[in-house]
Each structure stands twice: as C-alpha cells, then as structure tokens.
C-alpha cells in the first residue's frame, strides 16, 4: 500500500525527493511518515504529518532542511531534502497510521503500514 522511491547518491550539500504512493488509505484519515535506519543502528523518526489533526513534525536533526508534504491529487507524500550531510545516509522508509497523534508521532511501533524502504546515500 505504500511504494517509497527517489533515493540515490549526492554529494553533501545536494537534494533529492523522496515521494511514497498511498493506495488503500487516504490522507484524511491516515498520519504519514517518514523514518531512516542507518547501518548498524535502530530505526529512527524522520518527520510526520496528519492532515486530520493538523500537525507536522520533524527531528531536531533535520529541522530547517527537510519538508514533508502531501498531494491528494496524487494520493502522494514527499520528503524534500535539502542541505543533506553524509549523517543522512540511511534506508527511508514511509509509514502511516489512522491512529497516531502528535505524542506519538516519533514511534515508528505506532505505525501499522510501511513501505519497502528507498536508500538515500550521501557522500562527502
């Protein structure tokens, strides 16, 4: 239900968008996310957003450099990544869930559907 693409390699200081297409779920009633696993360590939150309860939220490590945004007519969400450094590099995955709320919107356990995972790789 949840297909991830637009990973690649950058050099530092470079973009990419990330997009996941949705079907199955709706964006008025589902919260969306984006997660990254690195090598070697745990799967951690990214950014989040929910159109039904009307909060967006991202980790202090990406703050002012990414934006995670929806397209409805494309049933579509994105993460744009500007500014990436080489700590960027991971494995990103999509999630959404109809239950999460902006307390818990950093643990991924809150997420039922999860896309396959696109790799971002970001050297220096």
């Known amino acids: 239900q949840l297909q991830a693409s637009g990973g690649g390699l950058v050099q530092a200081g470079g973009s990419l968008r990330l997009s996941c297409a949705a079907s199955g779920l709706t964006f008025s009633s589902h919260a969306m996310a984006w997660f990254r696993q690195a090598p070697g360590k745990e799967r951690e939150f990214v950014a989040a957003i929910s159109r039904r309860s009307g909060f967006t939220g991202y980790t202090d490590s990406v703050k002012g450099r990414f934006t995670i945004s929806l397209d409805n007519a494309k049933n579509t969400v994105y993460l744009q990544m500007n500014s990436l450094k080489p700590e960027d590099t991971a494995v990103y995955y999509c999630?959404?869930?109809?239950?999460?709320?902006?307390?818990?919107?950093?643990?991924?356990?809150?997420?039922?559907?999860w896309g396959q995972g696109t790799l971002v790789t970001v050297s220096s």
């Open positions: 999630a959404a869930d109809s239950n999460v709320i902006v307390s818990t919107m950093r643990l991924s356990s809150q997420y039922d559907y």
